[in-house]
């Protein structure tokens, strides 16, 4: 009996992966993030599987759900949106259920962050522009950033950014970019991505806040700044290059 921690995609429900897919349809029990998790994703478990929608429950509940499934002979599949390894809250009941004995595995599932690179249409690492994406957040009353994690400091980097759950608060992050991208740094801002509702914005880091609050984005959104946003002149890839060396084709490609 496990506990898997499934990662269910961007939104999408054809986005969550083929092994999540099959784990779902074969667990009896399945704790999922009903404001998060695509309903249609539900109708993958098993007719009589028992259903917990977990946007309520705090985790003591969470973690008593899934030791006692556990305890019972269950397989549980325990959906998070997007992918577990990234501000998923899910280190915390990794941790619960160590503490009680329970063993559980992890499938990974498309992040947010690459859904609104493909509503984009964008490469997040283009060659001579930038090879660096860096994944954050802004600190909130409720959970303080570590020291040195701030933006004023990432934004030294002029790596590419991409902010989560910071839809509600893009004056002040672009008040703390600006000195360190200037205000013509390209910009967006995707809303649900993969969704039906999707909503896209483009624009400068001196254009964003506004288009952001004129479009009423305040949540399930994700931010990027970055110059390779919009980097249109630079050199192509070594990978494919005519001038790479490559190793010769073996005789056996050539039959038949």
Do not use: N
């Amino acid at each position: 009996m496990t506990v898997h921690f499934i990662g269910a995609g961007p939104g999408a429900a054809d986005l969550i992966t083929l092994r999540g897919a099959r784990i779902l349809a074969r667990c009896r029990v399945c704790l999922y993030a009903g404001s998060l998790v695509p309903r249609e994703l539900l109708a993958e478990c098993p007719p009589d599987a028992r259903l917990v929608d977990t946007s309520r429950l705090d985790l003591d509940r969470i973690t008593a759900e899934l030791v006692t499934a556990h305890e019972a002979g269950e397989d549980v599949a325990r959906l998070h949106s997007g992918d577990p390894s990234v501000f998923s809250a899910v280190a915390e009941q990794m941790r619960r259920l160590d503490a009680a004995g329970v063993p559980y595995e992890v499938v990974p599932g498309v992040p947010a962050f690459a859904a609104a690179a493909a509503a984009l249409k964008r490469e997040l690492t283009v060659p001579t522009v930038g090879q660096t994406v860096i994944l954050t957040r802004i600190a909130q009353q409720a959970t303080p950033m570590p020291e040195g994690e701030d933006l004023a400091t990432l934004g030294r980097s002029r790596a590419l950014l991409v902010l989560h759950l910071a839809a509600r608060y893009v004056d002040r992050v672009v008040a703390e970019l600006l000195p360190h991208y200037g205000t013509d740094c390209p910009a967006a801002v995707v809303a649900m991505a993969s969704r039906p509702d999707e909503l896209v914005l483009r624009g400068t880091l001196g254009e964003i806040a506004d288009r952001v609050k004129a479009a009423g984005v305040v949540r399930t959104a994700v931010i990027m700044v970055g110059r390779t946003l919009g980097a249109e002149q630079f050199r192509d890839s070594h990978l494919y290059s005519p001038e790479r060396e490559r190793p010769h084709e073996s005789c056996d490609a050539d039959r038949g």
